[in-house]
């Protein structure tokens, strides 16, 4: 299988299935000398991980992450760093009525048509449970970026048509704590509330959610992307659009463009009073040209409702004859909360790895770098 890779300089390969052994991730092109330990990893991993409120899936796992390689003295050696998570809570039983038919809104039969064979347990690779491969990466990325004084951070925006008030408003009136702690992963109370409603009244009508996750990539430097074919927004619109169930990708005002005047739409440079430049608005989500103008990166991930729903449904069977099924196993009734931190992760790798190519931009600074 192709297509398990991501990144140039800071490249990571996922690799495992839901019901197989394990699932993991190695990384490459992390520099020497930055202080990691399994703990900085499990912070982000315990964001994502099942069962952790009564709109996750029920599977208990504790996704314990172990580093096999890349460390020496509690400090990266600049060499791959290889990381595990085992899975214990298989319960493939669950899933062996599907290997006859195709499950709607699943790849089941996009992957039968691609490779004649599909591993049917939980989605195989196509399961969400891929996606700890890509948070254990995106914990060494927002590490470095920390380091780098480059912040990343993403919330819930909406679930259904419950969204947040103010959406566009600065991240500092974003209660982010509260986003941390309440089972909708929304930065304001009696929204997340709201939605809670929202989300029990799908699960008694055995139906799902779809929603909407907001990051804000804070304290960017101008100048980094390429102009051309590796744009800023363009990589991060396909790292985001890697994780499964996205559907839509937005930086700035996004689809609203569509319909504005570029009077309304142009972002005006200004003067700051220590002789820097910044922008009157931010309508560009903080990039132009497919380049970082040094303000806030903006960007929103549309997620789909989870295919999963217990209710009867029309399909199809590898022989051909319509039929009638009712899904059974333990499912998420809304992928939103838990991939908060997967598009917040995906957001940090694009983002370094992009830094880490800018730093041979400028032939200057590169003489710099070299004291010449």
């Known amino acids: 299988m192709a297509g398990s890779t991501f990144g140039n300089l800071f490249n990571i390969t996922t690799w495992g299935e839901s019901h197989g052994s394990g699932i993991g991730v190695v990384v490459d092109g992390c520099p020497a000398g ?58 493939s039983s669950d899933y062996s009525e599907i290997a006859s038919y195709y499950r709607p809104g699943h790849a089941d039969y996009t992957f039968d048509q691609k ?27 927002a590490k470095l970026l920390t380091e780098l004084g480059i912040s990343v951070t993403a919330y819930t925006q909406a679930i259904g048509g419950i969204e947040i008030p103010n959406p566009e408003c600065p991240l500092e009136m974003l209660d982010i704590a509260e986003a941390r702690n309440n089972p909708t992963g929304m930065p304001d109370r009696e929204t997340s509330q709201k939605a809670e409603a929202y989300l029990k009244q799908c699960m008694e009508n055995l139906d799902s959610a779809g929603g909407i996750v907001a990051c804000r990539i804070s304290n960017m430097p ?30 700035g005002d996004g689809v609203k463009v569509s319909s504005a005047n570029g009077s309304a739409n142009n972002d005006s440079f200004r003067m700051n009073s220590d002789n820097t430049i910044t922008k009157a608005t931010n309508h560009a989500g903080g990039i132009l040209g497919g380049i970082s103008d040094g303000s806030e990166i903006i960007l929103r991930a549309h997620f789909k409702p989870t295919p999963s729903i217990f209710q009867k449904q029309d399909t199809v069977n590898k ?20 991939a908060v931190v997967v598009v917040e992760s995906m957001a940090a790798i694009t983002i370094l790895d992009l830094l880490l190519q800018n730093m041979t931009s400028r032939f200057d600074r590169i003489k710099t770098f070299y004291n010449k």
Not at 118 to 141: F, K, L, N, P, Q
Request: aromatic fraction near 6%.
């Open 222 to 251: 101008a100048g980094i992307g390429e102009p051309v074919f590796e744009k800023l927004d363009a990589n991060l619109a396909r790292a985001v659009m890697s994780i499964g169930a996205v559907k839509a990708f937005e930086i």
């Open 115 to 141: 490779y004649g064979f599909r591993d049917y347990r939980g989605g195989g690779r196509s399961s969400g449970r891929e996606t700890i491969g890509r948070v254990a990466a995106g914990a060494i990325a």
């Open 34 to 91: 930055l202080a990691l330990s399994e703990t900085d990893i499990q912070s982000y991993l315990d964001r994502r991980k099942p069962g952790a409120s009564r709109y996750a899936t029920q599977r208990k796992e504790s996704d314990s992450v172990e580093i096999l390689s890349g460390l020496f003295d509690g400090k990266t050696t600049g060499t791959p760093i290889s990381m595990l998570v085992r899975n214990t809570s298989q319960r």
């Open 319 to 338: 022989n051909g004859e319509n039929i009638t099924i009712q899904i059974k196993g333990r499912h998420d009734p809304v992928i939103v909360p838990r």
